[in-house]
């Protein structure tokens, strides 16, 4: 079954309007995971607007199921996801000044530097991934680069699916059986909803993972936290 990563960036942009410590990433990441969720996802900026470097520290010691550090790999960020050790790394291609990851890495022109960065990752026994656009052959480059698994940006699915969900899909299934031909781990996630997921993980082939904020935690206003969960994870 596919597993629900649950991203908490949302939970840490609201601790952080007030300034002060609530509410709490590190309830949320307890909470998350005792509803249900098989996995935690941050994604810290150099800025810290949401997660800090504090709290990719503090989360680890209370993840009981998997920790996914997502971001741009700058020396920084190297160093302290090799510190901290996740389960799994999800590299992103974002400039500091992005508002949200919006392209997926280019895996040919920048395939000599995610090797030595995936290189460095797996020496120190954390599982990769990378963001990708659904294009063929940046599924064939993200193999070259040696990662374990790739993480397909689901944007353009989510924009199209309400006008045409064959059509929005269709790229993404060619992809996903190219990166199981080639013995490649799928992730998926942007923009993923209660409306556009169930569609997307009855048609992509080995969906090992989705990582959702946005949609999961904006739910969660009306519908509370461990209903939404639930629902998402019905709908894997
Ligand atoms: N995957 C990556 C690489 C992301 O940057 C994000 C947003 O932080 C997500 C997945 C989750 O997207 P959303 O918040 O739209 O569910």
């Given at each position: 079954?596919?597993?629900?990563?649950?991203?908490?960036?949302?939970?840490?942009t609201?601790?952080?309007?007030?300034?002060?410590?609530?509410?709490?990433?590190?309830?949320?990441?307890?909470?998350?995971?005792?509803?249900?969720?098989?996995?935690?996802?941050?994604?810290?900026?150099?800025?810290?607007?949401?997660?800090?470097?504090?709290?990719?520290?503090?989360?680890?010691?209370?993840?009981?199921?998997?920790?996914?550090?997502?971001?741009?790999?700058?020396?920084?960020f190297?160093?302290?996801?090799?510190?901290?050790?996740?389960?799994?790394?999800?590299?992103?291609?974002?400039?500091?000044?992005?508002?949200?990851?919006?392209?997926?890495?280019?895996?040919?022109?920048?395939?000599?530097?995610?090797?030595?960065?995936?290189?460095?990752f797996?020496?120190?026994?954390?599982?990769?991934?990378?963001?990708?656009?659904?294009?063929?052959?940046?599924?064939?480059?993200?193999?070259?680069?040696?990662?374990?698994?790739?993480?397909?940006?689901?944007?353009?699915?989510?924009?199209?699916?309400s006008?045409?969900?064959?059509?929005?899909?269709?790229?993404?299934?060619?992809c996903?059986?190219?990166?199981?031909?080639?013995?490649?781990?799928?992730?998926?996630?942007?923009?993923?909803?209660?409306?556009?997921?169930?569609?997307?993980a009855k048609?992509?082939?080995?969906?090992?993972?989705?990582?959702?904020?946005?949609?999961?935690?904006?739910?969660?206003?009306?519908?509370?936290?461990?209903?939404?969960?639930?629902?998402?994870?019905?709908?894997?």
């Amino acid at each position: 079954m596919t597993k629900l990563s649950v991203n908490i960036n949302k939970i840490a942009t609201i601790r952080n309007a007030r300034g002060g410590v609530s509410p709490s990433v590190l309830d949320a990441a307890i909470s998350c995971q005792r509803f249900g969720a098989d996995g935690i996802t941050i994604h810290p900026r150099p800025d810290e607007r949401h997660i800090t470097r504090k709290d990719v520290h503090d989360i680890k010691p209370i993840i009981i199921t998997e920790y996914n550090i997502e971001g741009y790999p700058s020396v920084d960020f190297i160093k302290m996801v090799i510190d901290v050790k996740p389960e799994q790394v999800t590299l992103v291609p974002d400039g500091p000044n992005v508002i949200t990851s919006c392209a997926g890495w280019d895996t040919i022109k920048f395939q000599g530097y995610l090797k030595d960065i995936i290189t460095e990752f797996k020496e120190n026994g954390i599982r990769t991934s990378i963001f990708v656009d659904p294009n063929l052959e940046m599924i064939e480059g993200a193999k070259l680069c040696g990662t374990d698994r790739i993480e397909l940006y689901t944007e353009d699915y989510a924009t199209q699916y309400s006008t045409n969900k064959e059509k929005a899909i269709f790229p993404y299934v060619l992809c996903a059986k190219k990166a199981t031909e080639l013995g490649l781990g799928i992730n998926a996630g942007h923009d993923l909803s209660l409306e556009n997921l169930a569609y997307f993980a009855k048609e992509i082939p080995n969906l090992a993972e989705v990582s959702i904020g946005h949609a999961l935690i904006s739910d969660a206003l009306y519908l509370g936290l461990e209903n939404t969960i639930q629902m998402y994870k019905r709908l894997l």
